[in-house]
């Protein structure tokens, strides 16, 4: 009966395995480690490209590239003896590209022990047809909750790969301009010292069946010249912690020859970075820019803590480096993107969740609650006869909202960061009965999202964020929004979402002990604003919009 039980059991958890996964099992030996015994980085870079590829060749049906890697933050060192263990899967499929989801654990087999090392989010495309036609690929279709919630947010990823490359772009076009400032450098060490250039010869074995040069072994020879100018600074045997995300501009094929440059940008008191560059060449053809990237290391002492580095004296004559100058000017730029992307993705995660449990319904207006590690978390859900992206263009413009939301007394832009990302301050009324008592405000950045594809929602997404320039005064309570928005789908359902912080909370409490009912009187009064407002459309263009409304 047991057997039987356990039978079934497997048979379940193979029918729910997601059809794109692949798993590779590597026991690290001697030759595939460093000089502390441990897995060297360059090795592991390998075996993932490798898993990530087999995964996205199983979607696709054909042969597949490696487009781009994402940041990769390694918690743990691999020894020699135990055993690695990679798990990769498709997690969106979009026109010609995918992205693929790779976790790296490691497994002591010795006391039986696993702890998670990394994961990556990695990039591949098809390659193109005899006749340069690239291959459509088929949507990947969501099984489980978890699926659901990388399938959703992996748009939003894909939005900041885009602005990460336009920033590398910029830094490398700008890099000729950039001088350093040496005027407070005392005992430093010339950047030029810590300068690697090498050359390796793509042979048959650094290749795939396409006869293209594995992502993962460039990637691996890109971590190599790294190490070297890493330890040229610091005389000592270095650890990679991060990787800056990999691109990959072009390909390379047997018989290339692939120059290698790298040089320390800059020394910090317990880390340093390292600037990499890869080109392609054959014979006496011109280089070709194949990646480049950006490395964090450090260096432990005896007892495993961070050893304090010394300065760097930069040299602006070396593109890298001069790549890291200009990098600290758009650097602002680039946290707002993470910003923004944290902001879209929490929502996202949120709305994904599929234990939301029915509060309360009138008039088709519906109240659902969640809660989950001591967050409760709101959903009003609700239908308006106006098309989708009309009701998008009426609720992102925060300003009107107190038209017709009684929470909002007062609405202001502060600061227009993008085209989709905006910055406001919220007034609203005191939460004591009556109106008494103290105000409150609110700074919040608003990123707004068209649908990435068919069956996508529009999304708003509001979350509290600080400010310098609008710090917290004694007029006021200055109250947070964990995360909150709009889902807005063209079907049955329109949906705000809200998790209740404590500032919050006030608000929608009574509606949720069911002592009242202010949601649906605040949700008919968005409805009326949207279809006052709407823009007249043919009978035959015209949708119900779902509006899904999400509060944490």
């Known amino acids: ?58 979607h696709a049906g054909s042969p597949c590239i490696t487009a781009s890697m994402d940041d990769i933050n390694f918690e743990h060192t691999i020894s020699v003896g135990m055993v690695v263990n990679i798990k990769a ?18 497994e002591d087999l010795f006391y039986d022990r696993h702890w998670r090392v990394c994961h990556a989010y990695a990039t591949f495309v098809t390659q193109r047809t005899s006749n340069g036609q690239k291959v459509p690929l088929k949507p990947i279709i969501p099984r489980t909750q978890r699926e659901q919630i990388e399938y959703s947010v992996a748009a939003e990823r894909r939005r900041v790969r885009m602005v990460h490359d336009e920033i590398i772009k910029d830094l490398l076009f700008h890099s000729s301009i950039q001088q350093g400032d040496n005027s407070e450098v005392g005992n430093a060490v010339a950047a030029v010292k810590t300068k690697v250039e090498s050359v390796e010869l793509v042979l048959p074995p650094h290749a ?38 990999f691109t990959f501009r072009g390909p ?12 320390v940008n800059n020394a910090f008191k317990n880390s340093m970075e390292v600037g990499v560059r890869a080109e392609a060449y054959q014979g006496e053809g011109p280089n070709r820019h194949i990646n480049s990237a ?11 803590k961070p050893c304090t580095l010394p300065h760097i004296r930069p040299e602006p004559l070396w593109p890298i480096h001069a790549c890291f100058l200009l990098l600290m000017c758009v650097l602002c730029v680039y946290l707002q993107v993470y910003l923004s992307y944290n902001n879209v993705s929490a929502l996202k995660m949120l709305a994904a969740q599929n234990n939301w449990c029915l509060n309360s319904e009138k008039d088709q207006v519906r109240l659902y609650t969640l809660e989950r590690k001591s967050v409760l978390s709101f959903r009003v859900e609700s239908e308006v006869n106006i098309p989708a992206h009309r009701a998008f263009c009426l609720l992102a413009e925060l300003r009107n909202r107190p038209s017709w939301d009684t929470h909002y007394q007062k609405c202001e832009l502060i600061h227009w960061v993008d085209e989709d990302d905006f910055l406001y301050r919220v007034v609203t009324p005191s939460v004591h009965p009556g109106g008494e ?27 509290s964020v600080s400010l310098p320039t609008h710090p917290p005064t004694d007029a006021y309570n200055r109250g947070e929004v964990l995360c909150a928005g709009f889902t807005i789908l063209e079907s049955k359902n329109d949906i705000y979402y809200n998790k209740a912080s404590p500032e919050v909370f006030p608000y929608i409490s009574t509606d949720i002990a069911g002592l009242s009912s202010s949601f649906y009187h605040t949700f008919c009064s968005c409805s009326q604003y949207l279809t006052k407002n709407r823009l007249q459309f043919n009978s035959q263009e015209e949708r119900s919009t779902s509006f899904d409304s999400l509060t944490s």
Not at 211 to 217: S, V
Not at 437 to 463: E, N, W
Request: aromatic share 6%; proline share 3%.
């Open 208 to 245: 795939n069946h396409q006869e293209n040069t594995f992502g993962g072994q460039i990637m691996a020879w890109m971590v190599n010249v790294a190490t070297i100018a890493a330890s040229r600074l610091c005389q000592d045997h270095p650890i990679l912690r991060t990787i800056d995300m």
């Open 437 to 463: 008592g103290v105000l409150q405000d609110f700074i919040l950045l608003a990123s707004k999202r068209k649908p990435c594809s068919s069956g996508d929602p529009y999304v708003i997404a509001l979350r």
């Open 294 to 304: 950006f490395m964090t290391f450090e260096v432990l002492d005896d007892h495993g």
């Open 1 to 58: 009966m047991l057997m039987y039980e356990q039978q079934l059991l497997s048979a379940k958890e193979e029918e729910s395995m997601n059809p794109t996964e692949v798993k590779m099992s590597q026991i690290v030996m001697p030759c595939h480690s460093n000089h502390r015994q441990e897995l060297s980085v360059g090795q592991l870079l390998k075996w993932i490209d490798s898993t990530a590829c087999l995964s996205a060749e199983r």
């Open 89 to 106: 899967k498709v997690n969106r499929a979009f026109n010609t590209s995918m992205e693929v989801g790779i976790q790296v654990s490691c």
């Open 252 to 263: 390379s094929q047997i018989g290339d020859r692939v120059l290698l440059r790298a040089i």
